[in-house]
């Protein structure tokens, strides 16, 4: 099927359109699937579920007259062998997008509605007033955060307060949330990812969470090199999915009581921080806090 919207889309600029986003529902469908006898695994759902937002993307670039940030036909071509082949595939995944299974592909004129809400808060977000987001993902306000691991004696848990990070269009973001993972060198998760809940609220050029975070192995058993990640993501609901906007991490030599300013890098998140490129000049940071509890 994706070879044929594939095909399709060079001899016809409208069947296309409809190829991508019945076979786009078709694997969202999938990647939602609950059922014990799905012949897929968790990860390999999620790699359809990304899939599924490409498509979803390349079709909302087919009906956009704009040029900018579009999903190209060589871009779509590349997921044909990783659907192809998706019992055996284990790389990385090539477009730094965000399976969102608990948010229904939107219909058209619920997706009208929602631009329209993102310019209400785009308007009531100035002169500093706070301004509360509205939940629009089920389950999304609760996060997957978890509870801080049981003491052992000599040991040490790290306990990290998300205070805020500032952004130049902090106003526009919706259902913003943070993603915080830790890996080793290579890349590889140390320990399980936590999303914080969607964010408390928007003022000048923060978004404020307040959020604890407990960090799911010891200090002392964090491998040489490691880093603690924060991903900084956000709906786009003109695109239907939600993106990935910067990214910071924290080494471990900066594990220290007490506040901490990190900066900020550009997407897609570098875990081997090889390739880091700041967001920006101006002095925006995220705004931690940690708190070292030892036995």
């Not at 900018?68 to 595939?89: A, G, H, R, S, V």
């Not at 608990?102 to 808060?121: C, M, S, V």
């Not at 977000?125 to 509870?147: C, H, K, W, Y």
């Not at 969470?209 to 960090?215: G, L, M, S, T």
Request: hydrophobic share 35%; net charge neutral.
């Amino acid at each position: 099927k994706l070879s044929a919207a594939t095909h399709g889309e060079r001899t016809t600029r409208n069947k296309p359109k409809l190829n991508q986003g019945r076979l786009a529902r078709h694997l969202q469908k999938e990647a939602q699937s609950q059922h014990n006898n799905s012949e897929f695994t968790e990860d390999q759902k999620k790699t359809i579920a990304k899939i599924a937002t490409c498509l979803e993307l390349r079709s909302a670039a087919l009906q956009s007259t704009q040029s900018q940030d579009e999903f190209k036909l060589e871009d779509l071509k590349k997921l044909e062998p990783i659907l192809k082949n998706i019992l055996t595939y284990n790389k990385e995944f090539p477009f730094d997008v965000q399976p969102v299974p608990l948010r229904k592909i939107l219909a058209p004129g619920e997706e009208e509605h929602l631009e329209f809400e993102e310019d209400d808060e785009e308007g009531g977000a100035g002169a500093g007033s706070p301004d509360s987001f509205p939940a629009r993902v089920p389950g999304a306000n609760e996060g997957t955060l978890l509870p801080r691991l049981p003491s052992e004696p000599g040991m040490t848990l790290l306990t990290i307060n998300i205070e805020k990070i500032g952004l130049k269009d902090a106003g526009q973001c919706i259902d913003p949330y943070i993603t915080v993972s830790v890996k080793d060198l290579n890349g590889i998760d140390l320990t399980p990812v936590q999303d914080t809940p969607v964010a408390l609220r928007k003022e000048d050029t923060y978004v404020h969470f307040n959020v604890d975070i407990e960090i799911q192995k010891h200090v002392e058993k964090l491998t040489k090199g490691a880093a603690i990640f924060f991903e900084f993501k956000h709906y786009k609901p003109k695109k239907r999915f939600t993106s990935t906007k910067c990214f910071a991490f924290m080494e471990m030599d900066e594990i220290k009581p007490g506040a901490i300013v990190i900066e900020l890098y550009k997407k897609p998140t570098d875990f081997k921080r090889k390739k880091l490129q700041l967001l920006t000049k101006k002095p925006l940071y995220l705004h931690l806090h940690q708190t070292l509890h030892k036995e």
